[in-house]
């Protein structure tokens, strides 16, 4: 089937190519009665937009790139849907890719994306140094970090305050009576390391001893995420039983959860729980899960918003960091010795 271009909707209309090229670009200098005309005849003929061709001409592909490290995650597609939104209401397409948790992959992939003349980048990267991104600020290439940022580099973020995350977590179970807190830790990025520093601080605020037996490592690699977090969780019930276990994310303490449960563990009578995404099936799981919120949708709004931003700007401007501000959300999985009451 032969492509309809701007001379084949011309023709059929005996108008001109200059006065279809307008109304294709939304240009003034056309009749309404002419633009309703165009309009109905290139729909008619199935015209579609030569996007390359136009972005060799303005420099401009209406059209942006992002980059997460996976797309299994919960957290990153409500991000991505949001991200999405956002952007095709500003009147962008949208190229998604995942890296994989892998720098290299990542690496490629930005370049991949630049190969097709997008115009700016939202990326969480899995990356551990900031270079890439230096070299794509020198090109004054439009990018927005989610979720993990370079300490030291300025550029423009939007993600949660991590440190308040682990601070609220941990807080919480303190109230509700728990005396020996776990940790089950994230990768050794800002929102892993964020919040591990946020337990630590509460741990200290409120006179309780730091165990480092009682925390966690977890390592993601080749998709075996619940094995990982299953292990870990046995792990720490190996050691003096914790009464509490704040979790890095939800599906940890998913699978963090089950093993209590196998091991005939009531929840939260003997063990609470709080995980950290607030995602929307929390309330389905045997024990409803008490989750910190980071406001994942918020967080791809305000990405997608802070791009375009940079996109239709005139002038250079300053990075901005926006980190937003948790909150807890309440279930039975933390309601630890009667303390307390759900909020959701």
Not at 27 to 35: E, I, Y
Not at 80 to 98: E, F, K, P, R, W
Not at 136 to 141: F, G, M, T
Not at 150 to 165: E, H, L, R, Y
């Amino acid at each position: 089937m032969s492509t309809v271009t701007l001379k084949d909707v011309a023709k059929a209309l005996g108008v001109s190519v200059m006065t279809v090229s307008k109304v294709m670009r939304d240009q003034a200098g056309v009749a309404a009665k002419t633009r309703k005309r165009v309009q109905s005849k290139a729909a008619e003929l199935g015209y579609r937009p030569n996007l390359t061709a136009r972005s060799l001409v303005t420099g401009q592909s209406s059209q942006v790139g992002i980059i997460v490290p996976t797309l299994l995650h919960p957290f990153f597609a409500e991000v991505l849907d949001a991200l999405s939104s956002t952007l095709q209401q500003g009147g962008y397409a949208v190229m998604i890719s995942s890296s994989l948790e892998n720098p290299a992959i990542e690496e490629a992939a930005i370049e991949q994306l630049l190969a097709h003349r997008l115009d700016g980048l939202i990326i969480a990267s899995c990356n551990s140094s900031p270079e890439k991104f230096k070299q794509l600020a020198e090109q004054k290439i439009p990018f927005v970090l989610i979720d993990r940022y370079f300490p030291g580099f300025k550029t423009n973020f939007v993600g949660v305050d991590d440190v308040a995350v682990g601070r609220i977590a941990t807080e919480h179970l303190i109230e509700m009576g728990c005396k020996r807190i776990a940790h089950i830790r994230g990768l050794e990025f800002t929102t892993g390391l964020g919040r591990y520093e946020g337990y630590k601080r509460a741990l200290k605020q409120h006179g309780m001893n730091f165990d480092p037996s009682l925390v966690s490592p977890y390592v993601t690699a080749d998709g075996k995420d619940w094995q990982q977090s299953y292990d870990a969780m046995r792990g720490l019930l190996k050691v003096d039983r914790p009464d509490g276990v704040f979790c890095y994310n939800d599906p940890i303490a998913f699978a963090a959860i089950e093993v209590a449960l196998e091991a005939g563990l009531r929840i939260p009578e003997d063990i609470a729980f709080v995980g950290c995404d607030n995602l929307h099936f929390d309330t389905t799981i045997r024990a409803p899960l008490t989750s910190i919120d980071h406001h994942s949708g918020l967080v791809g709004v305000r990405a997608a918003k802070m791009l375009l931003s940079l996109l239709k700007s005139k002038t250079s401007q300053s990075p901005r960091h926006v980190a937003l501000k948790p909150s807890l959300v309440v279930r039975q999985s933390s309601l630890h010795n009667g303390r307390g009451h759900a909020t959701a």
